[in-house]
């Protein structure tokens, strides 16, 4: 079984500023993790995605994540937020062997002020 | 072609119709996946088709019934739906079940509403 859990619903910044998602997983074997966005009355948009190739995973946008397996975490970043960044940000897991379907965390709603 | 295509975008309907939500995607995936997303809530999983054969029904009411007529077509029929349902409904499709290291792609969804 595996799970993921996303740190805080909602997450403020103003434009310029560091952007960190937080994002821990729990599963039975080595995983796969991806990180979507959302925009308003939009799909998901697949921003990055970890596939043990290498830790960290460079993305659209700007957006960066880094697999941590000690720490079982995979969080987002971006150095520098921007007015359009604001949405819906997903963590999701699926597991690397067998049978598998993603699943997603609550997810964390960005907020950008100017 | 890299996109998933959801038609309509917008639906109202009342609890007594019937109507039918279209999924296509031309990228050869063979697994498609209908997903409900309420507001303020992550997608939850409904079914699951892998090589057009339905594999994964996630306990979900009899009202909502899907159809893959082919490898690049995923439907899903309603009926008698209650204000509930009212919801975005999504479409992903994937290369396979067996592993997801590409992800899914998603398409925009159809935003259900039911009176």
């Known amino acids: 079984a595996q799970s993921v859990t996303q740190l805080g619903s909602h997450v403020s910044v103003s434009e310029g500023a560091l952007v960190l998602l937080r994002c821990n997983y729990s599963s039975s074997v080595p995983p796969y993790l991806f990180w979507y966005v959302q925009y308003p009355n939009q799909g998901l948009q697949l921003l990055l995605k970890y596939t043990s190739a290498a830790t960290l995973v460079k993305g659209i946008n700007g957006f960066e994540a880094e697999f941590k397996k000690s720490e079982t975490s995979f969080h987002l970043t971006k150095p520098s937020a921007h007015m359009r960044d604001a949405a819906e940000y997903f963590c999701a897991v699926s597991l690397q062997s067998g049978y598998s379907t993603l699943t997603f965390g609550k997810g964390t709603m960005l907020l950008v002020s100017p | 072609d890299t996109e998933v295509t959801q038609t309509p975008k917008h639906l109202v309907m009342g609890m007594t119709n019937k109507k039918s939500l279209k999924c296509e995607q031309h990228?050869?995936?063979?697994?498609m996946y209908w997903y409900k997303q309420k507001a303020k809530k992550p997608p939850e999983l409904m079914f699951v088709?892998?090589?057009?054969?339905?594999?994964i029904n996630e306990s979900v009411p009899s009202r909502f019934s899907p159809e893959c007529p082919n490898s690049s077509l995923l439907n899903l029929h309603l009926h008698a739906l209650q204000p509930e349902d009212s919801a975005l409904y999504l479409c992903a499709s994937s290369q396979g079940t067996g592993t997801i290291s590409y992800g899914y792609t998603f398409g925009s969804g159809t935003r259900l509403t039911v009176v």
């Open positions: 990228m050869g995936h063979r697994a």
């Open positions: 088709y892998s090589y057009e054969k339905l594999s």
